[in-house]
C-alpha cells in the first residue's frame, strides 16, 4: 500500500482523510464506482469512535421521541442492508424493555409497533408486549420486585471494529490504497488557492508522502475540524463532542439471548445491557467534552452513573470490582445553532456534508448504521466537484469481504466470515489467554493480512481482548508483541516500547 502511495505520479481521482466507518465508507463506495482512491489514517483503522460503539446496528428507538422519523427510517433502512450484506458480522437481537408502571407496557408497546411499521420490509421481527414470567425467562437476571412485564422487540447487533477491517479489505479489493499510522500533517494547495493534495507522515519510517486529489474528504470524525484547520487556522468548529462510557461484565449478569434497554435514564439517553462475545456490554451515557482526546477516559460519574442505573434493574447489583474493562468513545456530533444549549442527548444524528471555501469537502456526523447512506452522499458530492465521470453508487447490494451466512459453527471465527479456514490454515491453535478465545494464529493473520501493525491494533480492534477483559489483554501483550515481533521483522527494542505503550493504553481500560 505505501508503494503504490508512494509511486503515483498523477493525482488520486479522491484523497480521503480518517480510516473509520466513515472513511472507509467513503473509501468503498468511490472504490467499487471505479475512482482512484488513496486513504490515510493517523493512527489504526477504528481507533477511535468506531471501535467504542454500543455495539448496535439499530434504527434509533429515542429518536422517535425526538420525532426524528426520517432519520430512523433511514436507519432502519440501512441495517436492513448491513444485514444482508455482512451476515457474518451482523445478527438479530431481541430487546426487552422492562415494564415497572402499569402506563409503560402499552406507552412503549405502541411506539415499539410505529417502529416495527418505520421498519417495513426491513424489519428484524415484530414487537410484542411480555407477561411478568415471560420476562423473566428471558431475562433471568432482572429484579422482579415490582414488575409487571415487558416489551420486546428486534434491533441489530454487529462487531464495529471487525466490519471496519471488512470494509477496510472490501475497498482494497476494488482497488482503493489505504495506508494506517501515516497522519495528513499538511494540505497543498493550486495557484488559486485551492486545495489539491495532501502531506502525511509515516510513523514507522518517519518518511513524508505527498499526494495530488483531485478532491480531498475530510473524514476525520471527532477531529475533522483539526484537518479543516490545516486549510483555514481559523475555520469555525462544526463539532460538538461528546463522550460515551461503556461497562463490561461477564455473562452472568445477563445469562439469556436477550438485552435489556432502558429507555429513559436521568441524562435523557437509554441504557443498554448487552450480551456481546461471551461478555455483557452495559452502556452508554452522554457528556458533552471541551475537546476530543485520542484515547478518551471515562469520568468517575459517568461509571457511577451506569453502575447505580443497573443497580436499578438487576437482581444482583454490578460493583466496580465487577468491571472487566470499561471504553470510552467520543460522538462527532455537529454543532446546533446558537442558543441550542448543551444538551449533546438533543443533537441530531443526522450528517452533514460541509464545503470549506479551500475546496475541503468534510463529511460529519451520522452513526456506523448509516454510514454507507453517508458514504453514498459525501462521494455524490466530491463526484461533482471533482469533475469525475458520472458513475452509479452499488454499495446497496455489495457483499462485504468474508461475506458468509452460515457461520453458527465456526465459534469466534465466525467474525471472520469466509476468512476463517484461512485463520484455521495457519495452524497455531494455541489461545493467547485462558479467559479470552483469540488464538495466535489470528494474530499472524491480523499482521500479514490485516495491516496491523501494533500490539494495540491486534488486541484492541483485530481481536477485542482490550474492550473485553483488559487485565487478560495487558498478559497476553507480551506473547502478541513477540510474534507480531517475528512477523514484522522487529527487533528486541520495538518489543518492549510497544510492551510499554500497550500497557499505558490499556490503563484507561482498567478500573483502578
Known amino acids: 500500500m505505501l508503494r503504490r502511495a508512494r509511486e503515483r505520479k498523477t493525482p488520486w481521482d479522491m484523497v480521503i482523510v480518517g480510516g473509520g466507518a466513515t472513511g472507509i465508507g467513503v ?3 468511490a472504490a467499487t464506482r471505479g475512482y482512484g482512491v488513496l486513504l490515510l489514517e493517523r493512527d489504526d483503522f477504528g481507533k477511535g469512535t468506531s ?3 454500543t455495539k448496535l446496528v439499530h434504527g434509533g428507538v429515542r429518536y422517535l421521541g425526538q420525532g426524528n422519523f426520517s432519520l430512523v427510517m433511514e436507519a432502519l433502512k440501512e441495517r436492513g442492508l448491513l444485514r444482508r450484506n455482512a451476515p457474518h458480522l451482523v445478527a438479530d437481537l431481541a430487546f426487552v424493555v422492562p415494564v415497572y408502571q402499569w402506563w409503560e407496557s402499552p ?24 407477561s411478568k414470567e415471560e420476562t423473566l ?6 429484579k422482579p420486585e415490582g414488575l409487571r412485564g415487558g416489551v420486546v422487540y428486534y434491533d441489530g447487533q454487529f462487531d464495529d471494529a471487525r466490519l471496519l477491517v471488512h470494509l477496510a479489505r472490501t475497498a482494497a479489493d476494488h482497488g482503493a490504497t489505504l495506508v494506517n499510522h501515516a497522519p495528513v500533517v499538511g494540505l497543498s494547495r493550486d495557484a488559486g488557492g485551492l486545495v489539491d493534495g495532501v502531506v502525511a507522515r509515516d510513523l514507522e519510517s518517519g518518511g513524508e508522502l505527498r499526494a495530488g486529489a483531485r478532491v480531498v474528504v475530510n473524514a476525520a470524525g ?9 486549510a483555514d487556522p481559523n ?8 463522550q460515551g462510557v461503556h461497562l463490561v461484565f461477564d455473562r452472568s449478569f445477563l445469562p439469556g439471548d436477550s438485552a435489556i434497554m432502558v429507555p429513559h435514564t436521568k441524562d435523557g439517553r437509554v441504557l443498554f445491557a448487552i450480551p456481546w462475545h461471551g461478555r455483557v456490554v452495559v452502556g452508554t451515557t452522554d457528556t458533552p467534552v471541551e475537546e476530543a482526546a485520542v484515547e478518551p477516559c471515562a469520568f468517575p460519574h459517568e461509571v457511577d452513573f451506569i453502575l447505580e442505573t443497573a443497580a436499578n434493574y438487576l437482581a444482583r447489583p454490578p460493583r466496580r470490582e465487577d468491571v472487566l474493562s470499561v471504553f470510552t468513545g467520543i460522538r462527532p456530533l455537529v454543532k446546533a445553532g446558537e442558543g441550542s444549549g448543551k444538551n449533546t442527548a438533543a443533537l441530531s444524528r443526522d450528517h452533514t456534508i460541509h464545503i470549506d471555501p479551500s475546496g475541503l469537502l468534510t463529511i460529519a456526523g451520522g452513526k456506523w448504521t448509516t454510514y454507507r447512506n453517508m458514504a453514498e ?28 451466512e452460515d457461520v453458527e459453527t465456526l465459534g469466534h471465527l465466525a467474525v471472520h466470515g469466509a476468512d476463517a479456514e484461512a485463520v484455521r490454515a495457519i495452524g497455531r491453535g494455541e489461545r493467547l489467554h485462558e479467559r479470552l478465545p483469540y488464538t495466535e494464529a489470528e494474530v499472524v493473520f491480523a499482521a500479514r493480512f490485516e495491516m496491523a501493525r501494533r500490539v494495540e491494533d491486534v488486541l484492541a480492534r483485530r481481536t477485542r481482548a482490550l474492550p473485553l477483559d483488559a487485565r487478560a489483554a495487558v498478559e497476553c ?3 502478541v508483541a513477540g510474534i507480531l515481533a517475528r512477523e514484522l521483522r522487529r527487533d528486541a527494542g520495538w518489543e518492549r516500547d510497544e510492551l510499554a505503550a500497550f500497557r499505558e493504553t490499556a490503563g484507561a481500560y482498567v478500573l483502578g
Open 377 to 404: 452522499d459525501a462521494v455524490d458530492q466530491a463526484a461533482t466537484m471533482a469533475e469525475l465521470a458520472e458513475r452509479p453508487c452499488v454499495t446497496r447490494t455489495l457483499r462485504i469481504h468474508g461475506w458468509r
Open 235 to 242: 475555520a469555525a468548529p462544526m463539532i460538538a463532542p461528546s
Open 107 to 130: 406507552f412503549y408497546g405502541v411506539g415499539l409497533k410505529i417502529y416495527d411499521l418505520l421498519a417495513g420490509r426491513y424489519g428484524f421481527g415484530a414487537s410484542k408486549r411480555l
Open 51 to 53: 471501535s467504542r460503539s
Open 477 to 479: 501483550a507480551p506473547k
Open 222 to 230: 471527532a477531529f475533522c475540524d483539526g484537518v479543516r484547520r490545516l
Open 27 to 29: 473509501a468503498v463506495d
Open 137 to 142: 425467562e428471558r431475562l433471568p437476571t432482572l
